[in-house]
């Protein structure tokens, strides 16, 4: 891969119009969402996505997901259903990804769906991602901007620390709010949890009115995040720790003795805010890392899940 020079951008009428360009020329720009940051390209240009991969050495078999500015945008592309109106009325703009069919002469690349005949697409709540999308008038794909397997982005500090030199531009619109990467729904078949995130697994449950398919670990990749070994720092990561063991630092959940806390409060949504963040700045230190215990319900599913995969066997 070709060095180059990373603009940082401020998310002003200036910058994002330097961002909309440098998308149109097929050049990757990272840009904030309320989960967290995202690597755009246009979905739409081959070449733009497969420099998506190349620039978070990503593999070519993990699906993207296409950012999109409207219900009225992903039924460009998607065959829309009864079901996904349901869940878009509900929680679109949010951090919610519905899988779908492709419809025909949907012009996206065949990279961003990883050969397969359904997209994951979603429309971010942020208001400068909003606006990006406007601009560019057609869809991003947008995976985290890390290097692949790494800990999610959730400042544009975090985005340099990774992607410097390997992207066209940072669109900085300070920290994230929500922390965690959406919930991806997949609604080809049977409706089904592809990969819990920022909207409660119960909460969906509730729109639809009938219980989701969980996915299996032995599944075919369908989305993105489900990878066995994902978000993962550099140093080790042990789980549900009381204490710390030899060298270990411990990142801790409520009310205990640690050397970062995730919400002394023991508050959910704070912890998913803060989660790769604390992940980040315990990395630095080069020691292992030790996480409490986390309450396996709400936000707490998908914090879990994410620890467990940061936890797993590297390859």
Same mark, same amino acid.
């Given at each position: 891969?070709?060095?180059?020079?990373?603009?940082?951008?401020?998310?002003?009428?200036?910058?994002?119009?330097?961002?909309?360009?440098?998308?149109?020329?097929?050049?990757?720009?990272?840009?904030?969402?309320?989960?967290?940051?995202?690597?755009?390209?246009?979905?739409?240009?081959? /070449?733009?996505?497969?420099?998506?991969?190349?620039?978070?050495?990503?593999?070519?078999?993990?699906?993207?997901?296409?950012?999109?500015?409207?219900?009225?945008?992903?039924?460009?592309?998607?065959?829309?259903?009864?079901?996904?109106?349901?869940?878009?009325?509900?929680?679109?703009?949010?951090?919610?990804?519905?899988?779908?069919?492709?419809?025909?002469?949907?012009?996206?690349?065949?990279?961003?769906?990883?050969?397969?005949?359904?997209?994951?697409?979603?429309?971010?709540?942020?208001?400068?991602?909003?606006?990006?999308?406007?601009?560019?008038?057609?869809?991003?794909?947008?995976?985290?901007?890390?290097?692949?397997?790494?800990?999610?982005?959730?400042?544009?500090?975090?985005?340099?620390?990774?992607?410097?030199?390997?992207?066209?531009?940072?669109?900085?619109?300070?920290?994230?709010?929500?922390?965690?990467?959406?919930?991806?729904?997949?609604?080809?078949?049977?409706?089904?949890?592809?990969?819990?995130?920022?909207? /409660?697994?119960?909460?969906?449950?509730?729109?639809?009115?009938?219980?989701?398919?969980?996915?299996?670990?032995?599944?075919?990749?369908?989305?993105?995040?489900?990878?066995?070994?994902?978000?993962?720092?550099?140093?080790?990561?042990?789980?549900?720790?009381?204490?710390?063991?030899?060298?270990?630092?411990?990142?801790?959940?409520?009310?205990?003795?640690?050397?970062?806390?995730?919400?002394?409060?023991?508050?959910?949504?704070?912890?998913?805010?803060?989660?790769?963040?604390?992940?980040?700045?315990?990395?630095?230190?080069?020691?292992?890392?030790?996480?409490?215990?986390?309450?396996?319900?709400?936000?707490?599913?998908?914090?879990?899940?994410?620890?467990?995969?940061?936890?797993?066997?590297?390859?």
């Amino acid at each position: 891969m070709i060095p180059c020079h990373t603009q940082y951008l401020s998310a002003d009428p200036n910058g994002l119009a330097k961002a909309a360009d440098l998308l149109r020329r097929g050049l990757l720009v990272a840009f904030p969402t309320e989960t967290v940051y995202g690597l755009g390209g246009d979905a739409r240009n081959g /070449e733009a996505v497969a420099a998506i991969y190349a620039a978070k050495g990503r593999p070519s078999f993990n699906p993207l997901i296409a950012h999109v500015g409207s219900v009225k945008a992903a039924q460009r592309y998607v065959q829309w259903s009864d079901q996904a109106e349901v869940l878009a009325n509900a929680f679109w703009p949010g951090p919610l990804t519905l899988v779908l069919p492709l419809r025909d002469g949907h012009g996206v690349s065949s990279l961003v769906t990883a050969g397969l005949e359904t997209l994951a697409v979603r429309v971010p709540a942020h208001p400068t991602a909003q606006a990006l999308l406007e601009a560019l008038d057609g869809p991003v794909a947008a995976p985290s901007a890390n290097p692949s397997g790494r800990i999610s982005p959730t400042t544009a500090a975090h985005v340099r620390a990774g992607l410097d030199g390997r992207i066209a531009a940072v669109l900085d619109d300070g920290p994230c709010g929500v922390g965690l990467e959406s919930t991806i729904v997949g609604l080809a078949g049977t409706p089904t949890l592809l990969r819990p995130g920022g909207v /409660e697994l119960q909460a969906i449950e509730d729109v639809l009115g009938s219980r989701l398919h969980l996915h299996q670990s032995g599944d075919l990749l369908t989305a993105p995040g489900q990878l066995q070994s994902h978000y993962a720092p550099e140093s080790s990561v042990r789980l549900n720790a009381q204490t710390r063991q030899g060298d270990e630092l411990l990142l801790g959940f409520g009310a205990v003795g640690c050397d970062y806390n995730l919400s002394v409060d023991g508050n959910l949504n704070e912890a998913a805010a803060n989660l790769f963040a604390a992940l980040h700045d315990l990395d630095k230190t080069g020691r292992p890392i030790a996480v409490s215990p986390i309450p396996n319900d709400g936000l707490g599913v998908a914090i879990n899940d994410r620890l467990k995969r940061a936890a797993a066997p590297r390859d």
